[in-house]
């Protein structure tokens, strides 16, 4: 049985290990204690505090041993552990390590750590830190498997969607404890109050779908990107289901897998 670890649990990590998952591949997701996704609904490492995330049909669950990641292999499902250096792929001697942790700079993963290691996005480099890179950068290139070098540079301006860049992503206007006023899904206007971090309000920035917001009481800091509104009112059921962007980036994973013969789980 092909054995792949995803550092990473977010949004687009999560549809990377949705694929594989569906595809036969025994897939254990390493997080964080304290991840901080924005669409949760479709991230499997909402886990981490609830004990089970489910995404479109397929669930995650937070694991504590070995014996309890092999159980949730066994009932299709994916385990979760908090292991935010990576010390268990030592342990676990994995077929493919894949970085899906999307922090624009490498975090820690190694050529070492298996013997098929991938990453997605920049911050890494194909054939140094890595066997494979994964392009994550909206357009032309987006999910194209790289060999030798690195993906194209964080532009720190999020993608164009209905016409709109940095207006639809919200960040912290203030530190402290978040208060989430309004449920991911809810149609919004500009604006309209979203959040709360102590005194300070967070409000819409423009009209559209929030697509996403971190999740209540967490403690964010100043800047920290903590919300999406998505401007295209006819994309709301969109906000539980994975995203053109991140199944693309799957394929570009799934192709290495598939193209150096890792094995999957019989049946």
């Not at 049909?57 to 990576?86: F, S, Y």
């Not at 970085?99 to 700079?105: H, S, T």
Request: neutral net charge; proline residues 4%; hydrophobic residues 40%.
């Amino acid at each position: 049985m092909g054995m792949i670890i995803v550092r990473g649990g977010g949004d687009l990590a999560t549809g990377t290990i949705y694929k594989l998952h569906q595809c036969g591949y025994a897939v254990l997701v390493l997080e964080t204690a304290r991840p901080s996704a924005i669409r949760r609904r479709v991230s499997f490492c909402e886990a981490v505090y609830d004990g089970i995330s489910t995404v479109e049909g397929t669930v995650c669950r937070r694991t504590q041993t070995k014996e309890q990641c092999i159980k949730a292999w066994e009932n299709r499902e994916i385990p979760l552990m908090t292991d935010p250096d990576g010390a268990l792929i030592y342990e676990l001697h994995p077929d493919a390590v894949i970085d899906a942790i999307l922090a624009k700079k490498n975090l820690g993963t190694k050529k070492d750590m298996a013997p098929l290691t991938i990453a997605l996005g920049p911050g890494f480099c194909a054939g140094t830190d890595v066997d494979y890179v994964i392009e994550t950068k909206r357009g032309h290139q987006l999910g194209r498997v790289i060999g030798q070098g690195s993906a194209l540079p964080n532009s720190g301006v999020p993608g164009m969607i209905g016409g709109y860049g940095a207006q639809r992503v919200i960040h912290a206007p203030a530190s402290g404890t978040i208060r989430v006023l309004e449920d991911i899904g809810s149609i919004v206007k500009k604006g309209q109050l979203l959040a709360r971090i102590g005194d300070t309000a967070v409000s819409a920035t423009i009209d559209g779908v929030l697509r996403g917001i971190i999740r209540d009481g967490y403690a964010v800091e100043t800047g920290l990107k903590i919300a999406d509104i998505d401007p295209r009112l006819t994309e709301q059921e969109n906000c539980t289901t994975i995203s053109d962007k991140a199944r693309c980036i799957a394929g570009g994973v799934l192709e290495v897998l598939v193209k150096h013969g890792i094995g999957r789980m019989p049946g």
